[in-house]
């Protein structure tokens, strides 16, 4: 791809443009995006053919703009920083510090898997969202700039799966490390437990329900019309859209563990490779939904530091660590992720008998212990939940009260985490609260003193 020329002052590295496909898919997606906007009463007000031409005007101006947007935009490495550059009336230069770098992940959506190309995402510590997404790169050279951004930020590059093989190394750039060998496989989720776990969703077993209602409605009022047919068939497709997704999301889910690091890769229509340091785990929730208590299933969920916890769309974030499986993988992945944890003999109390008060139905699900590295917060009565929370990752501790509480002496222990939701043990006695809190205080700074001791 052409690069621009050699920046002033002595930095080397041209800047380099992303691949010249990329306004063309960035077009692609605006056509999506605009037929989904103007709606189908739009064109039962203008009909097909002003719909049909607004949409290419629409599409027509994106491309423009993607071009310029492509023209304008190039990248490279300026020492231990990552410079992007793009703009056409208002220049900006984005300039990330490697050694904040988290991981470096490579994504693969439809259009890009069709046209060899791939998109880089950057995860930098403390950063609200993903940073310098690079849209689009051939494989090749996205495997390479992940494994040189990698090597430059001091961590062991993962390799990246990919059928196509790895390009040169740019003129200038630093040499890159051979690929480090592939890791333990942890597990692999199979594609029909994935399917019927999201038939077993309150939207895919209601789902038949509301159309045998629809249809009734059209019956008894003799109306098919083209518009009320659309209009039905984009809420079903509304319904069915999170547990599609997710299915989508989690197809292949494989579970790798590389030296201290796990490797996520997932995805059908996109597919990505995800690196979750274990040293970053804030929390490990485990989930048991209603319907898929009867097949013994749950659910395991991560939350990382240094992911952008803000960022709107939750596939960037790092999260999953068991979409779907049975009670025995996720004590062995759990052990994996926290040594001396035993999923199947974890500590709890439940909160003392006058808040049933407060909890007059959940109060024998909801309860709190203190584990040899843990602390265990249990909740829900439908839907179980269990969160996790290594005492080194905690970082305060608080009691609160609300006015019902105060009432019966009873009190709320909150264990903050830095990604920022931790674990809380509702409706404890007042002076077990205080006594909890002192507790975990305590377990936490010893734990925190002895991770900073291993690390020397």
Sequence with gaps: MPPFPVPPGGLGEPRRRLHPLSPVLHGAKSLVVVIAGLSWSTLSRVGFGW???????FVLGATVLSIVSWWNTGYHVVGRELRVHEGLLWRRTR????????????????????TGLAELRLEVVGGGKTEAPLAYLSVAEATALRQRLLAVAGRPPQPVPTDTPPALVPAGAEPVPPPAPAGRRLHTVRNADLLVSQLLTPQAFLLPFGVAFVVAQFLSEGSWSFIAVASTLTAMAGVLLQPVRRVLDDWGFRLDREDGTLRVRNGLLETRVQTVPLHRVQTVGVTWPLLWRMKGWLRLRLEVAGYSAAEPDDRNRPDRLLPVGDAGTATLIVAEVLPGVRLDALPSTTPPHRARWLRPLSRRAVGAGLDEQVFVARSGLLTRRLTLVPYA??????????????????????????????AAAPDRDLGEAWELAAELTARAHAARHDDRGRRR
């Design 95 to 114: 300039a990330i510090p490697l050694e904040r770098l988290q991981a470096v992940e490579v994504v693969r959506p439809l259009l890009a898997q069709l």
């Design 393 to 422: 990752r905690i970082q305060s501790v608080r009691v609160t009260q609300g006015p019902a509480q105060r009432r019966l002496r009873l009190a709320t222990v909150h264990a903050d985490t830095a990604g920022g939701s931790g």
């Design 51 to 57: 719909f049909a031409a607004l949409v290419v005007i």
